[in-house]
């Protein structure tokens, strides 16, 4: 059975973002094409609405008091693939401000990358962050690192699971999801992904015997 965050399909869905009420509650509260005016939106319902991109049908975009472990892969909507999300909250350090989301653990990524549309809802002005040319599948991006804060949460135990601070994050032009990649997030713990039974276990890479 599938662990499916949205009652609805893509066709409704599709190539917008969506806020939800909370990591508990999947109650959708706004949706749209443009982050900033969803989470405007959704904060008049909710004090911390989760927001996130959901892809069109079959289009790829490329929990924990710890350790988590056999954690389900999750369908945006119930007619999407399921996939290693992993609920967390992007945090500016210097001024507070948060948008908890969703987050895609990616293998296949050297850094975590954010939604440049995400930097003016935290407060960031995104041009003065340290930039740089990456390659991505669509081709060629400009990123914009800041200090970010990144925490992850358990929903099975309702808790912060773990918090890594002050970690540079690039915000990404063109990308509309959060990308886990390898520095700064992978490179801390220790993955297993076990596709056959769409489950996954993180735990720090300092734990043992967990």
């Not at 909370?22 to 904060?43: I, M, Q, Y």
């Not at 609405?49 to 959901?54: C, L, Q, T």
């Not at 400009?142 to 890594?164: D, G, Q, R």
């Amino acid at each position: 059975m599938k662990n499916t965050i949205l009652k609805g399909d893509s066709k409704k869905y599709g190539g917008k973002y969506v806020a939800i009420r909370s990591f508990k509650n999947n109650e959708v509260l706004c949706t749209g094409k443009d982050p900033s005016k969803v989470l405007d939106c959704a904060r008049k319902q909710a004090k911390k609405p989760v927001i996130f991109f959901v892809p069109k049908k079959d289009v790829v975009h490329i929990y924990w008091s710890m350790p988590i472990r056999d954690f389900p892969f999750l369908c945006l909507t119930k007619d999407n693939k399921e996939r290693p999300w992993l609920p967390v909250t992007i945090i500016n350090p210097s001024n507070g401000e948060a948008i908890p989301t969703y987050g895609l653990i990616d293998t296949g990524a050297d850094e975590c990358s954010v939604p440049a549309a995400f930097a003016k809802d935290l407060g960031h002005d995104l041009y003065k962050g340290k930039p740089k040319e990456v390659d991505t599948a669509g081709g060629k991006a400009n990123t914009y690192s800041h200090l970010t804060t990144v925490e992850i949460f358990n929903p099975k135990e309702n808790n912060i699971a773990h918090k890594m601070e002050n970690i540079p994050i690039d915000f990404t032009e063109g990308l509309n999801v959060v990308l886990l990649g390898v520095k700064n997030f992978l490179d801390q713990f220790t993955l297993t992904i076990e596709y056959p039974k769409k489950v996954f276990s993180i735990k720090s890479s300092k734990q043992r015997g967990t």
